[in-house]
């Protein structure tokens, strides 16, 4: 049981897939495979339940990712305090696949064409965890997409409001509304994002508090599937600005105007004032500033 085992297990226990968990690492799946294999034997206890391509935690494995997430996060905290060298290091974050596809690419390429030396390292993993896992120091940083939440533990940034917007297909009878009300959507298909994502909650609500009943709700856990759905005429979906801005420009979705409330969602930046910021870690904080605040 060593630290790169240790990493591979988190990986695949994030991804709930071996195939992904591979491709993160850079390993062939049969490499991930027997490392798992390995560790099941050494612990005596299988970590996961195999039902036919699907992959998940057995009850002994997500007890044993608690611990073996704090040792990796030991182990990183020990090596970054010998590694203080201005531009060196490792950095460890995670995001919301929303804000990680549509908005963090150039940041980042920016980020390590600036700094050759640091390691990006990023964690996949459950939104519900990402707070946890900055206040556990098993990331240095966390994107999350949110209502405007108080923190007495984590250190807040808001990095910048995000518009949230109802999409049809071109085609769609929604596509020359001048706007609609929750009360149009009475017997209308709706596309949502999995539980936990927040613009979803607020949408949710507002359709509740207005009494209005779509025909149906249908749950995916992608942006991307949700939008090649909107497109062929599935139904209608709220998604941020920046996930369909060149479906917008194409012409293969349109904006509705939407009569309700507007959705209140913007991107923070979280970490744990507790905890030392390395050069690597100061570094990336100035970058998100300088790359993502809005100028005055």
């Known amino acids: 049981m060593d630290v790169r085992t240790l990493s591979t297990f988190t990986v695949a226990a994030r991804t709930l897939n071996f195939t992904n968990a591979a491709l993160s690492l850079g390993y062939a799946q049969s490499s991930v495979t027997a490392q798992i294999k390995s560790l099941e034997e050494d612990l005596g206890s299988a970590l996961f339940n195999r039902v036919g391509n699907r992959l998940e935690l057995t009850e002994p494995g997500e007890r044993f990712l608690i611990y073996a997430e704090r040792i990796l996060a030991l182990t990183h905290e020990a090596k970054a305090s010998l590694q203080d060298e201005a531009g060196v ?3 460890r974050f995670t995001a919301p696949e929303t804000v990680c596809t549509y908005l963090l690419p150039p940041v980042l390429k920016a980020f390590k064409e600036a700094f050759p030396r640091v390691h ?3 964690l996949p993993g459950f939104v519900r965890d ?3 896992q900055v206040l556990e120091g098993i990331v240095d940083f966390a994107f999350i997409l949110e209502e405007p939440f108080p923190s007495k533990t984590l250190a807040v940034e808001k990095i910048r409001d995000e518009e949230i917007l109802i999409v049809a297909s071109a ?4 596509a020359g509304s001048r706007g609609i009300s929750a009360q ?12 936990g994502c927040s613009y979803r909650n607020q949408f949710e609500r507002q359709l509740i508090n207005a009494g209005a009943h779509p025909g ?6 992608g942006v991307e599937t949700i939008k090649r ?3 062929v005429g599935l139904g209608i979906a709220p998604l941020p600005r920046m996930a369909v801005e060149a479906e917008l420009r194409s012409g293969q979705l349109v904006a509705v105007p939407w009569e309700g409330p ?6 923070y930046l979280v970490w744990n004032p507790e905890r030392h910021l390395g050069s690597a870690e100061k570094a990336f904080l100035q970058h998100v500033r300088d790359a993502l605040l809005p100028t005055v």
Request: proline share 0%.
């Open 120 to 122: 990006l390292q990023f």
């Open 216 to 221: 149906r709700f249908l749950e995916f856990q």
């Open 130 to 132: 990402f707070k946890r």
């Open 229 to 231: 759905c909107v497109e």
């Open 89 to 91: 290091g490792t950095l």
């Open 171 to 174: 085609s769609h009878r929604f």
């Open 184 to 195: 149009d959507l009475i017997g209308e298909d709706v596309l949502l994002k999995a539980l």
């Open 262 to 267: 507007e959705i209140q969602i913007s991107t």
